[in-house]
């Protein structure tokens, strides 16, 4: 099992930057591909980007492409989330999933979560 907390969202204003943070309890932290998710008020989750267990590989959605840079550091059991360019769009509570074995980019697929962190950019 893995626990996770997010950390890092806030108000901020369009073009900022944030970096959210992933912090992961356990030790087979490395067991896991994460990937980080966001809901805006009266929409569907929807994938933000994810990076497989040994960081080689990573994908994004088309909307942050560009924008956004997702790592990971195994040593410190956390996964980074860098937002540049911020836009009012990219208002969401944003979350952290794990899941043993490859990424994915649908939700669904996804076994543990954390509670969130809200990022809200003014305009």
């Known amino acids: 099992q893995v626990q996770l907390v997010e950390s890092g969202g806030g108000l901020v204003q369009a073009g900022d930057s944030l970096r959210l943070s992933c912090a992961a309890s356990?030790?087979?932290?490395?067991?896991?591909?994460v990937g980080w998710f966001r809901q805006a008020p009266g929409k569907e989750r929807e994938f933000v980007a994810a990076?497989?267990?040994?960081?080689?590989?990573?994908t994004y959605a088309d909307s942050v492409k560009g924008r956004f840079t997702i790592s990971r550091d195994n040593a410190l059991n956390t996964v980074y989330l860098q937002m540049n360019s911020l836009k009012p769009e990219d208002t969401a509570v944003y979350y952290c999933?794990?899941?043993?074995?490859?990424?994915?980019?649908?939700?669904?697929?996804?076994?543990?979560w954390g509670r969130g962190t809200q990022v809200t950019v003014s305009s």
């Open positions: 999933a794990a899941r043993r074995s490859g990424y994915s980019r649908g939700y669904s697929q996804y076994d543990y």
């Open positions: 356990g030790r087979t932290f490395l067991l896991f591909a």
């Open positions: 990076i497989s267990r040994s960081a080689d590989t990573t």
